[in-house]
């Protein structure tokens, strides 16, 4: 059990788990069109065991057990994203009726269970005939995103508690257009300057459009790393302080300072940047409700001069790793928390995403003990000033987990892909006795 109790989070504090739709939804039928994941996961090589999200969780059709679990959890709230493709096939144009129905009985099926909508409008799945089109390498995206949040707005936004229009738009940028690792899987040095401006441009523009729209409560979901020097050394520092730059401050300084890093532009971006990109940093830095927080893990970092763009390399470190090889650091969520708090911006702050993949089954107790550390975090930072709002596990259910296919396992509940069984873990049971105040005589 945890070594926390609810009431120290304070009286308004939001507990969720969160989810993706092309990670758990399955059900491409009912006018879907097709993605870039699949597309991408289809090509041999790109997934552990060319593993796809075709069926994945059956969430499509599950999704009223899915929901039960979170009512029967004690979960105030659901963060879930919309699949694009499902909605507008084409990526623009012509809706598809059913996606919408889809979410409509999803929603409302939240609120009948009193869980709160946390809605994500991009998370990952874009439309294949957007890509045909340059997808995030071109301009244009930001008009496509902004139409297609306008239209969620128009059928969904009056039952929604919140809105992000992307997830993690340093995935969506540098991992899929630099390091190649998700879709679309490019490895090139202009397509990624030009997605890294593209997402955050798209991502204003849709603000601007929502809030044209009446719409509330509105924010991004941006994720986080902590960077460290592999030493003390100077030229290691560097290192650590540049991939920050890359990882962390292209963002945050270009939402809420309206401007890109220095450094990162010098050492990489500057010379691929779109033209004129400097005209549309208003755009990008249009103020926010709140600023959602993924967080899991610090990066080492020393210095490569073998490498003529972004001059080094991460190493391996010395503490203990979940099973997707990452340091379990959660020092460094305090440490993110803060920092945005004290130099970039007061909005409310919710931890969006947090969580570690473990081993096949349903006992987890360093799961258990990862998301106590975390919790703890959250609450240092707390004391220390940073306004959180809100806490989401990553995630409600073991799920298709990107380039890792079905080997990685984040849930609460274990999912058997065989049989769609769902059965809760401990870690589950933990945030039930934690949130519903159940057994709390044995809660430390």
């Known amino acids: 059990m945890f070594t926390h109790k609810r009431a120290d989070f304070g009286d308004d504090f ?41 069926v994945a969780c059956d969430h499509y059709n599950r999704w009223p057990e899915d929901l039960d679990l979170l009512a029967d959890g004690g979960f105030d709230a659901y963060r879930f994203s919309f699949s694009w493709p499902r909605l507008i096939p084409e990526g623009t144009g012509a809706r598809n009726e059913k996606g919408f129905d889809f979410y409509d009985r999803l929603i409302d099926g939240m609120l009948e269970r009193n869980i709160k909508p946390y809605a994500t409008l991009y998370h990952w799945d874009l439309p294949s005939a957007l890509q045909d089109k340059g997808g995030w390498m071109n301009r244009d995206i930001a008009g496509w995103l902004a139409d297609y949040a306008v239209e969620v707005n128009k059928r969904f936004g009056d039952r929604l508690a919140a809105t992000a229009t992307i997830n993690e738009p340093w995935c969506v940028a540098f991992l899929s257009h630099m390091l190649g690792v998700h879709a679309p899987g490019y490895r090139d040095l202009r397509a990624a300057a030009r997605a890294s401006h593209h997402v955050l441009f798209a991502h204003g523009t849709a603000i601007n459009a929502l809030r044209a729209e009446g719409a509330k409560n509105l924010g991004i979901v941006l994720n986080f790393e902590s960077a460290q020097g592999a030493t003390g050394k100077s030229e290691d520092l560097a290192a650590a302080h540049l991939w920050d730059g890359i ?25 691929y940047m779109p033209e004129g990109f400097e005209d549309d940093m208003a755009t990008v830095s249009t103020p926010l409700d709140w600023l959602g927080v993924n967080y899991y893990t610090r990066g080492l970092y020393e210095a490569d001069a073998t490498r003529t763009i972004f001059p080094l390399k991460k190493v391996d470190g010395p503490l203990e790793k979940t099973e997707m090889g990452w340091e379990i650091f959660p020092e460094g969520l305090e440490e993110i928390l803060t920092r945005i708090s004290a130099d970039y911006t007061g909005i409310p702050l919710i931890v969006t995403e947090n969580g570690m993949a473990e081993i096949e089954g349903t006992d987890d107790p360093r799961r258990i003990a990862y998301y106590d550390a975390h919790l703890g975090a959250v609450l240092a930072a707390q004391k220390r000033g940073a306004d959180v709002r809100g806490y989401f596990g990553w995630s409600l259910l073991d799920n298709f987990e990107w380039a890792e296919g079905y080997a990685k396992r984040f849930g609460l509940v274990h999912v058997d892909y065989e049989t769609q069984k769902r059965t809760p873990k401990k870690s589950y049971e933990a945030f039930k006795t934690l949130l519903t105040g159940a057994n709390q005589s044995q809660v430390a």
């Open 14 to 54: 939001i507990f969720g788990t969160a989810t993706a739709s092309y990670q758990i939804e399955g059900g491409q039928t009912d006018g879907r069109g097709p993605s870039i994941w699949d597309s991408f996961s289809a090509t041999p090589g790109n997934t552990h065991n060319g593993d796809t999200g075709r």
């Open 247 to 271: 990882f962390n401050r292209w963002y945050l300084d270009g939402v809420f300072k309206g401007q890109y890093p220095a450094d990162v532009l010098e050492k990489g971006f500057g010379p």
